[in-house]
């Protein structure tokens, strides 16, 4: 990828558990987004993290975020089969305005 | 929250010939889009930012002429493939920051399939 890897590269789980997905990335960044897409679709925008916070939830999201590891993650509780989607994280380069996305992770949330 | 539309959602055209992807925001005016490609299963690859009003950036490894980019209002950028080949089959997705918007935050268009036969 231009920026970062994730992993897993696939997530199967079943209705009603937790899924995290891991992302890093390679530079200094301003921000670090999720996104979710759906298959052939376009991309949804979850969450933003900026570079000098630690943690931010949203609804049934959770994302971490450690720039010294530069890493993040996304934590999705109690999970249902519509959360099945790809969700890529990207970031923002210090300095920059435009987003580098990670490799992404194909959940599967099975019913 | 804002909105980005693309046209067409997906196209489909002869080998040789050219295709035009149009990018707009709807409801905010966009100094700076982005235009991203992305083949079946894999990441976005960013392409080229693309200015209002000046020439567009490319990314390493995107060639200028194959991939022609065009800014010329605040709500619309448009990309077209020249002399499309079966190679640039792909789903492209234009994004856009709004003018004296928060840094990073980008509205995605749905994208567009082109199929080149």
């Known amino acids: 990828s231009q920026q970062g890897e994730e992993d897993p590269q696939a997530l199967s789980i079943q209705e009603g558990e937790n899924a995290t997905m891991n992302c890093s990335y390679k530079t200094s960044i301003n921000n670090l987004q999720w996104y979710r897409q759906n298959s052939g679709r376009g991309l949804v925008h979850l969450i933003l993290?900026?570079?000098?916070?630690r943690e931010k939830h949203s609804g049934r999201l959770r994302v971490t975020l450690d720039t010294s590891k530069k890493s993040s993650s996304l934590l999705i509780t109690a999970s249902r089969a519509a959360d099945t989607a790809s969700y890529f994280c990207?970031?923002?380069?210090?300095?920059?305005?435009?987003?580098?996305f990670g490799t992404g992770t194909r959940l599967t949330v099975i019913p | 929250g804002a909105v980005v539309s693309q046209h067409p959602s997906w196209v489909i055209c002869k080998s040789g010939t050219s295709v035009k992807i149009e990018c707009r925001s709807l409801d905010f005016q966009a100094t700076t889009m982005f235009w991203y490609r992305q083949f079946p299963k894999q990441s976005l690859m960013l392409m080229a930012t693309s200015n209002e009003g000046s020439k567009a950036t490319y990314e390493q490894g995107v060639e200028k002429d194959k991939f022609l980019i065009n800014h010329a209002s605040l709500t619309l950028s448009t990309l077209t493939v020249t002399s499309a080949h079966p190679e640039d089959s792909s789903f492209y997705i234009c994004s856009a920051s709004e003018t004296g918007g928060r840094t990073g935050e980008l509205f995605f268009g749905e994208g567009s399939r082109l199929t080149v036969l």
């Open positions: 990207a970031t923002v380069r210090t300095g920059a305005n435009n987003l580098f």
């Open positions: 993290i900026r570079s000098n916070e």
